[in-house]
């Protein structure tokens, strides 16, 4: 199996175990390996040789409140709606979403991508349905599955 290394990684697994394993100084094993002395000392002081998560730790958003963010989940995880129509249907709310916003919240909830959807013999997709579909017309009238205004 082999290790997936990130791109400016210096050091893999077999080296820095074997730093951590040496009693040679740190001048020697950075010569020998070819790495910086900072780099051997760091893989020196740690217990572990797999590489540590980079980034932070509790993400959130700089642009959208923590109220904000649960009505565009709720509302995602309602309507199944692409993310251009929960855009369009959000940004009244929300004046300040952008799409890239809306996306980036979408993704870290784990629900960027809709549910797939089963598809007929010839490998189309089929319609996707969320139960009862009701929409609101242009003026204002509510519109159910047969496309006749509720009454």
Not at 60 to 86: G, W, Y
Not at 89 to 117: C, E, F, K, W
Request: aromatic share 2%.
């Amino acid at each position: 199996m082999s290790q997936v290394l990130h791109g400016s990684a210096t050091t893999t697994e077999a080296v820095r175990r074997a730093i951590q394993n040496s009693q040679a100084s740190l001048r020697a094993l950075a010569t020998c390996h070819g790495i910086n002395q900072k780099t051997v000392a760091k893989w020196k002081k740690l217990t572990s040789v797999a590489d540590l998560p980079t980034g932070t730790k509790n993400p959130k958003s700089t642009v959208l409140s923590a109220d904000e963010e649960a009505v565009i989940v709720a509302f995602r995880r309602h309507t199944l709606l692409p993310l251009d129509d929960c855009l369009y249907a959000l940004q009244p709310t929300i004046p300040h979403l952008t799409r890239s916003s809306l996306h980036r919240r979408q993704q870290r909830h784990g629900i960027g991508r809709l549910p797939d959807v089963e598809g007929g013999k010839d490998g189309s997709q089929g319609m996707r349905t969320t139960g009862t579909y009701e929409a609101i017309a242009s003026n204002g009238s509510c519109l159910t599955e047969s496309n006749q205004p509720a009454r």
